[in-house]
């Protein structure tokens, strides 16, 4: 069964960091893409960066910068280094990944963590 966790998230205090995993499990051929979004109260979900088997990286204006996505593919893991963070980072973090299962692509969601940046 594959499976996709995340974890890292805490409560920090503004100016902090924190390290975001994404983990894939399972029987997985290999990583196409992640994404990581966040979702504020109240507000819809944004995507906060992206990583491809190219290794190419995107990321919101608001978080160039000061957050780095990365992965290590012998654990299929991907990492999102969250360093100076303001408490408008404040939110439920969610990776979303592109698997190749098999001869397949397949898409899967996280269960979020949440991070909570103090003032």
């Known amino acids: 069964q594959v499976q996709l966790v995340e974890s890292g998230g805490g409560l920090v205090q503004a100016g902090g960091s924190l390290r975001l995993s994404c983990a894939a499990s399972?029987?997985?051929?290999?990583?196409?893409?992640v994404d990581w979004y966040r979702q504020a109260p109240g507000k819809r979900r944004a995507l906060v960066a992206g990583?491809?088997?190219?290794?190419?990286?995107n990321y919101t204006d608001s978080v160039k910068g000061r957050f780095t996505i990365s992965r290590d593919n012998a654990k299929n893991t991907v990492y999102l280094q969250m360093n100076s963070l303001k408490p408008e980072d404040t939110a439920v973090y969610v990776c979303?990944?592109?698997?190749?299962?098999?001869?397949?692509?397949?898409?899967?969601w996280g269960q979020g963590t949440q991070v909570t940046v103090s003032s």
């Open positions: 979303h990944a592109e698997l190749r299962i098999g001869t397949r692509d397949y898409s899967y």
């Open positions: 399972g029987s997985i051929s290999s990583i196409n893409a």
């Open positions: 990583i491809r088997s190219s290794g190419s990286t």
